[in-house]
């Protein structure tokens, strides 16, 4: 079935240091990828997300490239701040008759110190 | 535009005992997931509702677990009887479809500790 793999974590990072996040899929047809954010005592926030291969999303300066050869979806950040703490989820929408249900991994939780 | 609404946001009860979760979602969202999110994983479907009927509830423990989204809106969540291995989050999100590149705006979450 369908499935998500996210790098483990906790990534613990100085500030202004470079963020990936390393995520690979396993999916039928063609997904669509997101990358959510849950910052402590909050929900899950969309992040970004791409919908077709080579598609690259982006918001808050960070990027993930929608890559089919290699099945996968890095996210990544020049410059992280203190306030990039929080768990990052990689999730995809796919399937057969595709409901927009999402398909969650692990989740990887980022420490950034002054 | 308000959010996803959840309540409780914390719940403690015994093993056997029952508990019910309450989700609102967002005005003229159709589509509406419950997930739960066990410590240190990533969340998991239980159920998908589109307007009042279910979508996908293949991952419920339907012994235990059930779910309503009477008139298409408000849904409850319960579990009867808990057990430990049900201490989780449970997340409600909401969606204004219910397909293809789907984005859903997920509620703060109900937290549920079985004693």
């Known amino acids: 079935g369908d499935s998500v793999t996210q790098m483990e974590g906790p990534v613990t990072l100085s500030e202004e240091a470079f963020l990936t996040i390393n995520c690979t899929y396993t999916a039928t047809g063609y997904p669509s990828l997101f990358w959510y954010v849950q910052y402590p005592g909050e929900g899950l926030q969309l992040l970004l997300k791409?919908?077709?291969?080579?598609d690259k999303g982006s918001n808050k300066g960070f990027e993930a490239t929608y890559r089919k050869e290699t099945t996968s979806f890095h996210l990544e950040k020049g410059s992280v701040q203190v306030s990039d703490s929080a768990v990052y989820f990689c999730?995809?929408?796919?399937?057969?008759?595709?409901?927009?249900?999402?398909?969650f991994g692990q989740g990887t939780t980022l420490q950034v110190k002054p | 535009e308000a959010g996803v609404a959840q309540s409780p946001r914390y719940k403690i009860i015994e093993k056997r005992q029952s508990v019910a979760f309450w989700c609102n979602p967002i005005?003229?969202?159709?589509?509406l997931y419950w997930y739960q999110q066990i410590l240190g994983q990533g969340p998991k479907l239980l159920i998908q509702f589109q307007n009042n009927g279910v979508v996908d509830d293949s991952q419920l423990p339907k012994d235990r677990f059930s779910a309503e989204r009477l008139k298409g809106v408000d849904s409850t969540l319960k579990i009867q009887p808990a057990k430990l291995e049900d201490s989780a989050v449970y997340l409600c999100a909401s969606s204004s479809r219910g397909f293809g590149a789907n984005v859903l705006t997920f509620g703060a979450g109900s937290r549920l500790t079985v004693l």
């Open positions: 791409a919908t077709k291969a080579d």
């Open positions: 005005s003229g969202h159709a589509t």
């Open positions: 999730a995809l929408s796919a399937g057969s008759g595709n409901t927009g249900k999402l398909i």
